[in-house]
């Protein structure tokens, strides 16, 4: 499995990270060719932190937040980005 650093999704996101500089600190990971990714994703509205394990052979995606309220809205946003 791949384990990815969710410090990079916010530096593409807020940081307009360059995809020359992403790709010269994630390729030495070799995620592409992981049937699994793991994905922590940080949550500041709320401070909270939510897991998200993606499964690409199942074509399954996996989100674990343990103070959701069982409603799509409280992951809707999260699987968008």
């Not at 994905?39 to 103070?67: A, G, N, Q």
Request: net charge negative.
């Amino acid at each position: 499995c791949a384990i990815l650093s969710s410090h990079e999704i916010v530096r593409v996101r807020c940081d307009h990270l360059e995809d020359a500089d992403l790709w010269r600190n994630c390729a030495w990971t070799k995620y592409w060719e992981k049937d699994t990714w793991i994905i922590p994703i940080h949550r500041p509205v709320v401070k909270h932190w939510v897991l998200c394990v993606l499964r690409f052979p199942s074509r399954e995606m996996h989100l674990f937040d343990s103070l959701a309220n069982n409603t799509e809205e409280s992951w809707c946003s999260d699987v968008k980005v």
